[in-house]
């Protein structure tokens, strides 16, 4: 099912919010959704993921009138959106809401039965003074409904004590571990946390998220389910969406990139119709992934070149991803591993978000040539095809940008890939003189 593609944004008043966010449990009687909120602002849409006994279907986006919205209201709209696939999970045609099975939901009899022999998962939060989002992040790790785990936070070059202090604070709680990369750099940071914990399974979640409380559950019964999986990659929805500036990330694709809520799987036996070259990344981001024990190994590590914190500004991960397919190594995209992600608030903090997405993803491509320059060829065949992506109409790229999206955003993404090579460079030599600083 294609999800719903995201209305123009309207210009809103001080006392309005763009839209806010919602879980719409069908098995639980169904929300009253008000237009006016607690705090008095007038919400003009809810995006709504749409579950079943906790098993995600979808997303709806809807409007809210003046009267709110009702049971019914919602009802009526997942029958229109999904229907069919509550229906293929009951196996009867009932009403949406307040199901009441008389056996255990098969989805929830199999993640049961998979957290019997639950494996031991090391999540791993990198962060840099960002105190008051780690917070919440620990907080819903150490939720989780998952038996065996433990939450290693990698402080990167800080420059105060409050990371410590939080991770301090955590560890009274649950099992927190902490460590410090002196060296500034996402991927310094990531290998870091690959070094501290050999032959352990790794899921990495940023400090700006906040997991849900099945999200172990559903990367083990990922694992379980594919013993062949190098990678699990979960789907990551929108925390909030209070500011245009959040409303236009999700136009964009939003960290999901149009990837939907249906599993899937990318490998040796999948490049007849997904090039592990382009487009990328359709199999996942470094937000909510998780790597069996030693693959990061096997592909020599994060590129300390790439990441936030670099010149480069990201796409550690997009490059790893990449060195896992080309290598023969399998992805599995399980959108049952759900992540909630705080979308910057501000116009000025998403257009360098928009630049670092274009800057990094140039530069993981350089980077990937300066290792094996014979992809210059494949790539080259595939440069028509992203160029239509980039500048067409309707899409896959561009389908859900609407009207009112600041153009200037979509130049700043651009120029970020015009400066991709260039900054790579850069990043590689600012790289290496922090390990020669660091061994002097």
């Known amino acids: 099912m294609s999800a719903p593609i995201i209305p123009a944004q309207r210009t809103a008043p ?3 919010v763009p839209g806010i966010v919602r879980d719409l449990e069908l098995s639980e ?7 006016v909120q607690p705090d008095g602002r007038r919400a003009e849409q809810v995006w709504l993921l749409v579950r079943l006994f906790s098993e995600p279907l979808g997303f709806l986006l809807l409007d809210i009138p003046a009267a709110g919205l009702t049971p019914q209201d919602l009802a009526a709209a997942v029958e229109a959106e999904m229907g069919d696939a509550v229906r293929e999970r ?83 709680r649950g099992p927190v571990d902490y460590i410090v990369e002196p060296k500034a750099g996402l991927s310094f940071a990531r290998n870091t946390a690959v070094k501290a914990a050999p032959g352990q399974i790794l899921a990495w979640l940023d400090d700006d998220e906040v997991a849900d409380p099945h999200w172990l559950a559903e990367v083990a019964r990922a694992l379980h389910e594919h013993p062949d999986a190098d990678v699990i990659s979960g789907v990551i929805v929108p925390a909030e969406l209070e500011t245009k500036a959040q409303v236009w990330f999700e136009q964009f694709g939003g960290h999901s990139k149009g990837r939907g809520f249906k599993p899937d799987e990318f490998g040796p036996h999948t490049r007849h119709v997904q090039s592990p070259l382009y487009p990328l990344p359709p199999f996942g981001t470094g937000a909510n992934m998780t790597f069996r024990p030693g693959v990061i190994e096997r592909i020599g590590l994060f590129d300390t070149a790439l990441g936030a914190g670099t010149p480069a500004m990201g796409s550690e991960d997009t490059l790893a991803f990449t060195q896992v397919l080309l290598t023969g190594g399998t992805i599995v995209y399980q959108p049952s591993a759900i992540t909630r992600h705080y979308h910057r608030r501000d116009l000025e903090g998403l257009r360098k978000q928009m630049v670092g997405y274009g800057t990094g993803l140039v530069a993981a491509y350089t980077s990937l040539l300066m290792s094996r320059p014979a992809l210059i060829f494949p790539l080259i065949r595939l440069a028509p095809g992203a160029l239509k992506d980039m500048t067409g109409k309707d899409t896959a790229r561009t389908a859900t940008i609407r009207e009112d999206f600041p153009q200037e955003l979509l130049s700043a993404n651009r120029r970020g890939m015009l400066a991709g090579p260039r900054a790579y460079f850069t990043s590689r030599r600012a790289a290496r003189a922090k390990v020669r600083a660091e061994q002097a």
């Not at 255990?104 to 957290?115: C, D, S, Y």
């Open 14 to 16: 001080d006392n309005t």
């Open 29 to 35: 009687p169904l929300l009253t959704i008000p237009a």
């Open 90 to 172: 009951i196996g009867a045609d009932v009403p949406l809401h307040g199901l009441n099975p008389a056996s255990e939901p098969e989805f929830l009899a199999q993640r049961r039965a998979v957290l019997t022999t639950a494996p031991h998962i090391t999540v791993v939060v990198c962060t840099r003074e960002h105190p008051d989002e780690l917070t919440k992040c620990l907080d819903s790790l150490l939720a989780q409904e998952y038996p065996a785990f433990r939450v290693l936070v990698v402080d990167n070059a800080p420059v105060s004590g409050r990371t410590a202090e939080v991770a301090q604070a955590a560890a009274a």
